[in-house]
């Protein structure tokens, strides 16, 4: 039996900092090779990736596990009370950073499969889609993997990613999609003037100003079925202007947008350049628009994927867990287009913080829900 906290602590001594690898996944492909996994790295673009699969190739009944084993930076390391690569063990608390996202995730779905194949090996296989790309660009990591799979036949018929799912308790919430994200970088280009004559000026920040105001001044949407109302958020107005007595040239503004199934990006991306067009005609300021679009929108709609997760959630914490679509993006976005995706993992409210740290017990629990869903897919016809 693998003990998921032994493997926790030695996951979060690895200093995986993206895009550094830090040991974890040479360490998680020993533990899975003594499993019997055949492990495959699939590092591009200097990102550093593990496939591990356990029965036949191409078997019609395929779970899937993902995760990452990236970290974010530490920050302030004096800030810390324990070391961020420490692993300490402190009244119940497991600290450092990747504690909870989502080193702990990993260690539990490691765990859970590896004690199955062992135990009671299934009539199927146990595919793991193991990144250090999730907190970077996410340009080559479980994207990577699943360019990989393609081309190798590998196959998920289905997908849990172990990010961390719960608000406050564990086993109160899982997530069946996730919004889609998108940002916006607007120019506006003005006449540069003394503030004193602005006749002999076009002020840029007004017409950035009207912009913001035309974006917030009615909602996208109300909310569809799964997904709340999307969100439009101003995140930042700047010209770089110290003086007082000038109208500058151009004033920028960043936007960001989190859209649910109503939309896709290309739409929210037509919608935002009708409202900058609206101002530029307006004001005759010249208004440019760049986009990156983060993720789109998707579901999992309920059915036997979610009801599998749910039910050994709520054996196993006593919770039934909300079905949910709240939240930043993750990894799922991925792998949405090749399977069907949940997710579900620890209570979150501690990750990226200062001091980040998990509840030993919850990794515990969290490697029976795990080792339960396993158990309750390969048993359903």
């Not at 702990?104 to 009539?123: I, K, M």
């Not at 994207?143 to 289905?158: H, I, N, S």
């Not at 101002?279 to 993720?295: H, I, L, N, P, W």
Request: hydrophobic share 40%; net charge negative; charged share 20%.
């Amino acid at each position: 039996m693998i003990d998921p906290v032994d493997l926790t602590v030695r996951l979060v001594r690895c200093p995986s900092v993206t895009p550094a690898e830090g040991g974890a996944l040479v360490l998680l492909r020993d533990v899975l090779e003594g499993a019997g996994f055949a492990c495959t790295r699939v590092d591009r673009g200097g990102v550093s990736n593990l496939f591990a699969r356990w029965g036949a190739k191409g078997h019609p009944r395929s779970f899937g596990f993902n995760g990452h084993t990236d970290v974010v930076p530490v920050g302030d390391r004096d800030a810390w009370t324990h070391d961020p690569f420490g692993a300490a063990v402190e009244d119940g608390w497991l600290y450092g950073r990747g504690a909870t996202d989502m080193k702990s995730g990993v260690a539990a779905f490691v765990a859970a499969a590896c004690d199955l194949v062992r135990d009671a090996p299934p009539d199927g296989a146990v595919l793991l889609a193991i990144t250090g790309d999730e907190e970077g660009d996410a340009r080559d990591g479980t994207t990577a993997l699943l360019d990989w799979m393609a081309a190798q036949g590998e196959a998920m018929d289905v997908c849990l990613v172990g990010e961390p799912t719960c608000p406050e308790h564990m086993g109160e919430m899982m997530k069946i999609g996730r919004r889609g994200s998108l940002t916006a970088w607007f120019t506006v280009h003005g006449v540069q003037g003394h503030s004193a004559y602005p006749d002999r000026a076009l002020n840029p920040v007004h017409a950035c100003v009207a912009l913001a105001s035309r974006l917030l001044a009615e909602p996208l949407d109300e909310g569809s079925d799964h997904f709340d109302a999307s969100t439009v958020q101003v995140v930042s107005i700047e010209t770089g202007n110290a003086a007082t007595n000038v109208v500058p040239a151009i004033c920028r503004a960043t936007v960001n947008v989190r859209f649910n199934d109503l939309h896709s990006g290309a739409s929210v991306t037509d919608w935002l350049r009708g409202h900058a067009d609206a101002v530029q005609d307006a004001t005759g300021a010249r208004v440019t628009m760049d986009v990156k679009v983060s993720g789109e929108s998707f579901l999992t709609p309920p059915g036997a994927l979610s009801d599998i997760v749910a039910q050994a959630v709520a054996v196993e914490t006593n919770r039934t867990p909300v079905l949910s679509t709240s939240g930043g993006t993750s990894d799922a976005r991925f792998v949405k287009d090749h399977c069907p995706v949940v997710e579900f993992g620890l209570v979150g409210h501690r990750m990226h913080a200062v001091d980040e740290r998990v509840r030993v017990d919850q990794v515990e629990t969290l490697k029976r829900v795990y080792g339960r869903v396993l158990r309750d897919y390969f048993a359903s016809a």
